[in-house]
């Protein structure tokens, strides 16, 4: 079975939110406070004009992680959250009672609560609006100018994110918190 | 796959909403069970080719199509200019589409000009209320059509608005040039034969100065550029006041004092001429008056170190750069540039970047300045008619060369000051908002009040549409069919924007709203022509009046359907029609060459058929070669060679600072300025102050500022960052609108047009932007 | 079980105290009401979580009064339980008052989760086995049962046998259940500062803590502070079982605190360095929640029983402190500290601060407790019945 992950390129991102717009408008994600399933961190340029070291000024495009071993489905009471197709970790809206647990317990900010459906919701890597209708790519990763998010099956050896990975250095987020992310920033 | 929960039913939910006009989401109650998932009406599902028009790029996107509603818009792949993305703000042109606020019916002015009164009327009410007074307009001024004016933003359908200038027979016609990129242009053109294509994909060293590229986007340009720095393939040398996310993926950043860029290139000439590190083949072969350049500039003692003290920048840096690009050279460039004029040295800067970048001999050669190739379009002349009564510019005296597209400070200033040799008694505007995007608005308003008629074509209530006699709705551009276009270049295509749905409410394309005008005026107009116009008296004379006045019919450029003319400017390439419509790009041989090389990468075109190098080794210049000197602009007062002049150097008094402007990648112009997603991506602009500065005046961020300048004052939120000089001041442009009818966009964040001043550089009028000192009060 | 005609039941002895405990009932209950108005009318929105800060002052006040109900559930276990004879008097009431605060924390608990109807349902067919608040709800469930039954056997229908089985019950799944909720924090790898056994553990000793105070405010009501003998010699123990179990609990945050900061652990260190900074934990948690009581208990040696009535009062404002910092200390480091914006400053320690109406839910759900406990006195003899 296919386990899906994405490799980031993430030197190539200008932070220009596209990926974040084109999420909002594919997933439907409301224009709300707090309603966010992607965004691009950014580490604020260090030193003091004119001498700012340029390296310090990074940009991070998040996401959910999809975590292999996912704290947020582990602390749910109900499984609305679990493991999907694919390795996705998804959430069952029908079964999310709203305790919010898994919010606190992802460690990457990934979750929110989505006001239309008063459950929690999070970036599902498209498979319900892309995916499913056979799509191969995210709309995160199709719309980003500098084409920073390669999306693709980690258990396909021949699979672009699959050689990416074993011919680059990647690190990855939080991952001594053991919850096998499946987010790689190739460097 | 499994399909868990469509989330497009809420989507479609939302936007069905905001159609009617605004509903605000209900939260749910404590016992409400999440909505059960939805089935995807799969059939329904239409993809339609078309072109974002959120800015100039026109990025091919295909737009998802469901029950009428658009729903999602993806890139297109098949576009070589657009690399097959969509930026945030071509995602976001579905929320153009169904902005509440959008112009719905035509509308007439009901109350004092500015008052924001209007009554709806029908289009035909509406024709008739322009007949009637642009006839009286033009009996009273004796047939001298010049005396109405033309403006437009810059759009695919500007060709359209543009014949019915021609065919009205005016001399004013105004657009962005001249607020933009006007110097840039003639300054590459006039030295090097062309603006010219950065190719960014294969350059080895890139300066840019002033440029954004992180964050002003230009295709294929950001993204060929930002793939390859960070130590890929590309060294990147940011100059900019900012640190803008430009410099933060560059090698090197140099902070230089605003308007001084020329200096700065001065500079790096120097070194290279007098290390002798110019590719000398190049120079030998292909320039022109070379020499005479070279005397002038080590004459004038253009050194590093005297640049350092106007500039600001490191002279140790200055000679590293200069050495570092004549060592990747011709694979070199220093990038020309977009929104380019600064300040009054504006011309000269473009006429020294392009030099140094030629003496490198990175020009016409993959890796450097291309020129590219186009594929052309059957173009179908349609006749102007010339009228002996129309007078000349007004401002074609106010600077060297003011070309086609006017000045529009001089103008503007000139018609209010009354130095006007005839009036000017009409604007028809075309999707621009010279309220916000012409330094003084205060003085465009005046101007706008001045006018006995202005009719405005647009989408959105801007402060212009505002200040409009009549108010004709346009439909976006996801609802119309416009001109098919050609995009030279390295790897050259023809893309088409086909009509996603059909128009909203009244709305209608700019096509078909220049066809009913012009009926409803051309018979009117005649008649005036035929009283005042002697020509056309004897012409009748001899001719019967038929034959006359169907050279002066303002209804021919609009006889046909925008589709069927797309057919036929095509018809050379064999099939191009169809695919256009199907697909939205064609090119020559594309299902040979397309290729997809990833998941991410598609060729264009195989290596071999890229257009680096097309001149030839001749440049579009009146010699064939590089021009380092123009003589004949010496006769207009304008510099024959660049020249520093120590009047370009611009003293800021303690406590003021230097007012910037510029863009984020969110926004483009005041044209998004109501866009609700992406001010849900960044609600406002905010005032860049030093951080150092910030501190010993008090100000934390998000205190209120009212900044001020000698012309007037705004209001905005403070950020103090470290990212900008101590005398500087940066914000955005395209916030702080005046118009309640948009209601985002009203009074949010801070309005430059309000403070820059609006003087004007010496070569086409462009008006300077960056030249203005203001002062800051925490309110 | 007397009689009782309403009338009967809104009757009592107007001295100024109960007026005064009256009108707090009256006020507190109809904020309960008013803030769950509030929350039916327009959700999650008057409250202020955040996707940062996602757990506020409702969990805090679960949290209160299941340990509140814990607590009087195993101090009353001393006596009828353990058969330590000087507490079984106390039996009835603190069953009594375990039902009412149990049920006030379930009450509040309600008007906090998105989908209390989803949550029985899934909750039986889809278990999350994996997950400590399935095991905390459960097991609470079933406490609650259990506690129902033990009163149900010592008050209405008593049969000493049942009551002492479903005590013993009551008490090992409510014992079981409270370090479940501890480990709904201790269970969190991602915010260090609560990560790890302590939770679990200390959520058992402050229960103690927290049901010996509950003795001492309820006997203080009960009494007017004028103790029968054979009361007072129960408080004074039950004073020195307190002092003992303070005493333990300042050597857990000390050394919790040390712990923490020893070594500089990233986010933990910092996290609880901020936590204890804050007036919330050296004033609300350290001065009143323990050193007060503790302090008097001291100087006494536990005999000054009136005194210890009043330090109880202290006591429980603390232990609202430490509830309400349990759950804000464990959010208060940003899960990215990196800005998602320009215009933003980046993110240091998450704010949070309740609003009305989770103030109202809240705070409420105390008047929700003593009106349960005001109608259970009048209901039920909740004091001693001489057998033997
Ligand atoms: S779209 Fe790409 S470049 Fe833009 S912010 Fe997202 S990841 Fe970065
Ligand atoms: S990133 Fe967070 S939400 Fe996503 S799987 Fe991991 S723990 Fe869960
Ligand atoms: S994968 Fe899809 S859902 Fe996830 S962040 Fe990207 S666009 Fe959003
Ligand atoms: S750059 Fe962005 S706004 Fe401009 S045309 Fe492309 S997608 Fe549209």
């Known amino acids: 079975m296919a386990r899906y992950g994405m490799a980031l390129n993430y030197k190539n991102c200008i932070n220009c939110r596209a990926c974040e717009s084109a999420c909002k408008e594919e997933n439907g994600v409301l224009l709300l406070p707090d309603h966010y399933r992607i965004w691009v961190g950014v580490k604020e340029a260090e030193g003091q004009f004119p001498n700012i070291s340029i390296a310090s000024q990074t940009y991070h495009p998040s996401q959910c992680q999809h975590c292999d071993n996912a704290p947020c489905q582990q602390v749910c009471p109900t499984n609305a959250t679990y493991y999907g197709e694919g390795g996705m970790v998804m959430v069952d809206p029908t079964k999310c009672i709203l305790c919010t647990y898994c919010i606190n317990a992802c460690p990457y900010d990934a979750r929110y609560v989505d006001n239309r459906t008063n459950t929690v919701d999070k970036c599902t890597f498209c498979s319900d609006t892309r995916l499913a209708n056979g799509e191969t790519?995210?709309?995160?990763?199709?719309?980003?100018?500098?084409?920073?998010?390669?999306?693709?099956?980690?258990d396909d050896p021949n699979s672009e994110i699959s050689l990416l990975l074993a011919n680059k250095e990647y690190r990855q987020v939080k991952e001594h918190l053991g919850t096998k992310p499946k987010l790689f920033y190739i460097l | 796959m499994k399909v868990e929960i469509s989330r497009r039913r809420f989507l479609q939910g939302s936007v069905a909403m905001s159609i009617a006009g605004g509903v605000s989401m209900s939260s749910s109650s404590m016992m409400a069970s999440a909505a059960t998932p939805a089935k995807k009406v799969g059939n329904e599902d239409k993809k339609i080719a078309t072109l974002c028009e959120m800015c100039v790029n026109k990025c091919a996107a295909i737009a998802h199509v469901r029950n009428g509603v658009v729903e999602k818009l993806d890139p297109n792949p098949l576009f070589p200019k657009s690399r097959n993305m969509l930026c945030a703000r071509g995602n976001s042109g579905i929320q153009a589409l169904y902005d509440p606020d959008r112009l719905k019916y035509p509308l007439i002015r009901d109350g004092e000009k500015g008052s924001g009164k209007f009554k709806r009327v029908s289009w035909d009410e509406a024709y008739a209320y322009i007949n009637e007074k642009l006839t009286k307009i033009l009996d009273e001024e004796k047939d001298n059509r010049s005396t109405v004016a033309f403006c437009a933003g810059e759009g695919m359908a500007e060709h359209t608005f543009k014949s019915f200038f021609t065919m009205f027979g005016s001399s004013h016609f105004l657009n962005h040039a001249s607020l933009c990129l006007a110097t840039t242009v003639s300054g590459y053109s006039l030295t090097i034969g062309g603006y010219g294509i950065a190719d960014l994909d294969n350059a080895k060293y890139?300066?840019?100065?002033?440029?954004?590229?992180?964050?002003?986007?230009?295709?294929?340009?950001?993204?060929?550029?930002?793939?390859?720095?960070?130590?890929?393939?590309?060294?990147?040398?940011?100059?900019?006041?900012?640190?803008?996310?430009?410099?933060?993926?560059?090698?090197?950043?140099?902070?230089?004092?605003?308007?001084?860029?020329?200096?700065?290139?001065?500079?790096?000439?120097?070194?290279?001429?007098?290390?002798?590190r110019y590719n000398k083949a190049f120079v030998e072969n292909y320039f022109n008056g070379f020499e005479e350049y070279k005397n002038h500039i080590l004459n004038n003692n253009y050194t590093p170190e005297w640049a350092e003290k106007i500039t600001g920048i490191k002279a140790k840096d200055i000679y590293e750069v200069a050495r570092d690009f004549m060592a990747h050279a011709p694979q070199a460039i220093y990038y020309q540039g977009r929104r380019t004029t600064w300040s009054k040295n504006d011309f000269q800067l473009r006429r020294a970047q392009a030099i140094f970048s030629a003496l490198g001999g990175g020009i016409d050669v993959k890796g450097g300045i291309c020129f590219g190739k186009s594929l052309p379009l059957v173009e179908h002349d349609a006749v102007a008619p010339m009228y002996a009564q129309a007078k000349p510019r007004i401002e074609k005296d106010e600077a060297a060369v003011v070309g086609g597209s006017g000045s529009w400070v001089a103008f503007r200033n000139m018609v209010l000051e009354n130095r006007s040799p005839y009036p000017i008694r009409a604007l028809f505007n075309y999707k621009h908002n010279p309220m916000q995007n012409m330094p003084n608005n205060a003085k465009t308003a005046e101007f706008l009040k001045k006018l006995d008629l202005v009719v405005t074509i647009d989408t959105m209530p801007s402060d212009t549409v505002m200040l409009s006699d009549v108010i004709l709705p346009e439909c976006t551009y996801l609802e119309r069919t416009d001109p098919v276009v050609s995009y030279g270049g390295i790897e050259p295509s023809i893309a088409q924007r086909n009509k996603a749905i059909d128009p909203m409410f009244e709305s209608k394309p700019v096509m078909e709203i220049m066809r009913g005008l012009s009926a409803k005026l051309t018979k009117p107009l005649f008649e005036i022509t035929k009283k005042y116009d002697e020509d056309v008296q004897s012409a009748i004379e001899d001719d019967d009046e038929e034959t006359v006045y169907a050279e002066f019919d303002l209804t021919k450029p609009f006889a046909h359907d925008q589709a069927e003319l797309n057919v036929n400017a095509v018809a050379k390439y064999e099939g191009a029609a169809d695919i256009l419509k199907e697909k939205g790009v064609f090119y020559p041989n594309m299902n040979e060459y397309f290729k997809k090389v990833g998941v991410n990468d598609y060729e264009y075109y195989p290596e071999h058929k890229r257009a680096y190098s097309v001149r030839n080794m001749k440049f579009n210049t009146p010699s064939g070669k590089i021009e380092c000197s123009v003589p004949a602009l010496a006769k207009k007062g304008i510099d024959a060679m660049p020249v520093w002049r120590s009047e370009y150097e611009m003293a800021i008094p303690a406590g003021k600072f230097r007012f910037i402007t510029g863009r984020h990648a969110q926004f483009t112009q005041s044209g998004t300025s109501n866009n609700r997603l992406l001010l849900n991506l960044v609600p406002q602009n905010y005032a860049w102050i030093n951080k150092r500065v910030a501190e010993k005046l008090g100000i934390t961020f998000g205190d209120k500022l009212e900044v001020s300048s000698k012309i007037g004052k705004t209001t905005i939120k403070a950020y103090p960052t470290e990212k900008i000089g101590p005398d500087t001041l940066f914000f955005v442009h395209g916030f702080g609108v005046y118009s309640k009818a948009l209601s985002l966009g009203y009074n949010n964040g801070g309005n430059d047009a309000a403070i820059i001043e609006d003087g004007i550089e010496p070569m086409h009028g462009s008006s300077c932007l960056h030249d203005t000192i203001v002062e800051i009060r925490k309110v | 079980m007397q009689t009782l005609s309403l009338k009967k039941l809104f009757n009592f002895e107007k001295t100024p105290l109960n007026v005064v405990m009256a009108v707090t009932t009256v006020a507190l209950l109809a904020a309960f009401m008013a803030g769950a108005v509030a929350y039916i009318l327009h959700g999650h929105h008057v409250y202020n979580v955040t996707r940062q800060h996602p757990w506020g002052l409702l969990i805090a006040m679960y949290v209160f009064f299941v340990v509140s109900s814990t607590g009087l559930c195993i101090i009353s276990s001393i006596g009828h339980v353990f058969g330590i004879p000087e507490f079984q008097q106390i039996g009835k009431r603190a069953i009594a008052g375990a039902i009412i605060t149990i049920s006030s924390g379930f009450a509040v608990i309600g008007l906090e989760i998105g989908h209390p109807m989803t949550m029985l349902i899934y909750n039986v067919l889809t278990p999350g086995l994996t997950s400590a608040i399935w095991w905390m709800g459960t097991l609470y469930g079933l406490y609650l049962t259990f506690i129902c039954l033990e009163f149900f056997f010592l008050a209405i229908k008593v049969n000493h046998t049942f009551s002492k089985l479903f005590g013993i019950c009551g008490l090992l799944v409510g014992l079981a259940a409270h370090s479940n909720l501890g480990a709904v924090f201790g269970f969190l790898v991602s915010r260090p500062s609560a990560n790890g056994v302590f939770?679990?553990?200390?959520?058992?000793?402050?229960?103690?803590?927290?049901?010996?105070?509950?003795?001492?405010?309820?006997?203080?009501?009960?009494?007017?502070?004028?103790?029968?003998?054979?009361?007072?010699?129960?408080?004074?123990?039950?004073?020195?079982?307190?002092?003992?179990?303070?005493?333990?609990?300042?050597?857990?945050?000390?050394?919790?605190?040390?712990?923490?900061?020893?070594?500089?652990?990233?986010?933990?260190?910092?996290?609880?360095?901020?936590?204890?900074?804050?007036?919330?934990?050296?004033f609300g948690e350290l001065i009143l929640g323990m050193l007060?009581?503790?302090?008097?208990?001291?100087?006494?040696?536990?005999?000054?029983?009136?005194?210890?009535?009043?330090?109880?009062?202290?006591?429980?404002?603390?232990?609202?402190?430490?509830r309400y910092d349990l759950v804000h200390d464990t959010l208060l480091y940003p899960m990215t500290t990196l800005k998602r914006s320009e215009y933003q400053v980046a993110p240091t320690f998450v704010e949070y601060f309740p609003s009305a109406a989770e103030f109202a839910i809240g705070f409420g759900g105390i008047g929700l407790a003593l009106f349960l406990y005001y109608v259970a006195d009048k209901v039920f003899n909740l004091d001693e019945t001489t057998q033997h």
């Open chain 1, 137 to 154: 790519t995210t709309a995160c990763q199709a719309t980003c100018p500098t084409k920073v998010r390669v999306f693709g099956d980690l």
């Open chain 2, 206 to 276: 890139v300066i840019m100065a002033g440029a954004n590229r992180a964050e002003a986007i230009v295709t294929p340009d950001t993204m060929d550029m930002f793939k390859r720095t960070n130590g890929r393939g590309a060294k990147l040398i940011t100059v900019d006041p900012r640190f803008t996310n430009t410099a933060a993926k560059s090698d090197k950043w140099l902070a230089i004092n605003v308007g001084t860029d020329l200096a700065f290139v001065l500079a790096l000439t120097y070194v290279v001429i007098k290390e002798e």
């Open chain 3, 199 to 282: 939770y679990p553990v200390y959520f058992i000793l402050s229960a103690m803590i927290t049901g010996c105070y509950l003795i001492f405010l309820m006997y203080g009501f009960r009494y007017k502070m004028n103790f029968p003998e054979k009361v007072s010699v129960m408080l004074v123990k039950l004073s020195k079982i307190l002092g003992m179990l303070l005493a333990v609990l300042i050597f857990f945050e000390a050394w919790k605190i040390i712990t923490a900061l020893y070594g500089d652990m990233p986010e933990r260190a910092e996290t609880i360095l901020h936590a204890v900074k804050h007036p919330n934990f050296w």
């Open chain 3, 292 to 322: 007060i009581p503790f302090t008097i208990i001291l100087l006494s040696n536990a005999k000054a029983i009136k005194a210890t009535v009043y330090a109880s009062i202290s006591g429980m404002v603390g232990i609202f402190f430490m």
